[in-house]
């Protein structure tokens, strides 16, 4: 929603009537605008690639953001089932202070599971050999974002 569409605020001399209308009218888009952005916020977009198998040289199936994985592949389903279950487990950069006040850099492990932003980054780099993606998509997938 953009402000053209906001309403009009009243004139200095409005009176009671006149501005409680506005009130009402302007809390009323307002909740629409936020309601609008939240649900941008929410939403993310679906990536999917294709699998392959390196030794056959051929695609063996397709995984998406929210783990749809589809294939005929029955060793790349039983590779793939434990991360669809319950996630991939990611090494994740961290900071903290120890009891010294010294800043520690370390990793922690957290879980990226599906649906979330890097899911098939995390994936496709978790896949044993034979299985991999095209390089060129590896590249352009999104990889987990610790908030």
């Known amino acids: 929603m953009d402000d053209s569409e906001r309403p009009e605020r009243p004139a200095p001399d409005a009176d009671a009537a006149e501005i409680a209308e506005w009130m009402e009218e302007d809390f009323g888009w307002a909740v ?6 939240a649900g941008d916020e929410d939403e993310h977009e679906v990536v999917g690639v294709e699998i392959l198998n390196h030794q056959r040289g051929e695609v063996v199936g397709t995984i998406d ?7 005929e592949s029955e060793a790349l389903r039983n590779v793939s089932q434990e991360y669809l279950e319950e996630g ?9 202070e120890n009891e010294d006040g010294e800043t520690v850099h370390a990793n922690a492990e957290v879980m990226v599971e599906p649906g979330t932003t890097g899911f098939v980054r995390a994936f496709v780099d978790e896949l044993p050999s034979p299985f991999d993606c095209d390089p060129e998509a590896l590249t352009d997938l999104p990889v987990h974002d610790e908030e």
Do not use: C, F, K, S
Not at 32 to 37: S, V
Not at 88 to 96: A, E, F, M, N
């Open 88 to 96: 991939v487990p990611v090494l994740v950069p961290t900071t903290y």
């Open 65 to 71: 953001t929210n783990g749809n994985l589809d294939t």
């Open 32 to 37: 629409a605008e936020g309601a609008a952005n």
